[in-house]
C-alpha cells in the first residue's frame, strides 16, 4: 500500500507561482510512474503531468505545458509540481496519484486527498 499526502496549496494572484508536494509512505515510490491531475468545480477531474519512476520521462497536458514543471526525489519519496504563470483557470484541487505513466486516472491505484490551489484574478 501507497499513503500520498500532498502540501503547498492555497490562494496565490494570477501570474503567481506555487510548489504542490506530494509525499508517500508506506512503500517506496521508485517502482512507481506518478501523476497529478486536478479537479476544478463542476467539472471532471483531468490530467496535468505525469513522470515516470526515474524522472526520465514526463508528460503534460497542453494547458499546463510550458508554465508547470513536475519532477520527483525517489530518496525523499516525494513528487513535486512547480506551477508558475499561474491563471485563474489553473483553479482546482489538485490531486497526486501513483501507478503507470499514464494520462487515464485508471491506470493510477493510489490518490492522495488533493490540496486546492485558488488563483484570484
Known amino acids: 500500500q501507497v499513503q500520498l499526502v500532498e502540501s503547498g496549496g492555497g490562494l496565490v494572484q494570477a501570474g503567481g507561482s506555487l510548489r504542490l508536494s506530494c509525499a508517500a509512505s508506506g512503500r517506496t515510490l521508485t517502482t512507481f510512474s506518478m501523476g497529478w491531475f486536478r479537479q476544478a468545480p463542476g467539472k471532471e477531474r483531468e490530467f496535468v503531468a505525469c513522470?515516470?519512476?526515474?524522472?526520465?520521462?514526463?508528460d503534460y497536458a497542453d494547458s499546463v505545458k510550458g508554465r508547470f514543471t513536475i519532477s520527483r526525489d525517489n530518496a525523499k519519496n516525494t513528487l513535486y509540481l512547480q506551477m508558475n504563470s499561474l491563471k485563474p483557470e489553473d483553479t482546482a484541487v489538485y490531486y497526486c496519484?501513483?501507478?503507470?505513466?499514464?494520462?487515464?486516472?485508471?491506470?493510477?491505484?493510489?490518490w492522495g486527498q488533493g490540496t486546492q490551489v485558488t488563483v484570484s484574478s
Open positions: 513522470i515516470t519512476w526515474l524522472g526520465s520521462m514526463t
Open positions: 496519484a501513483a501507478g503507470a505513466s499514464s494520462r487515464k486516472e485508471r491506470d493510477y491505484p493510489y
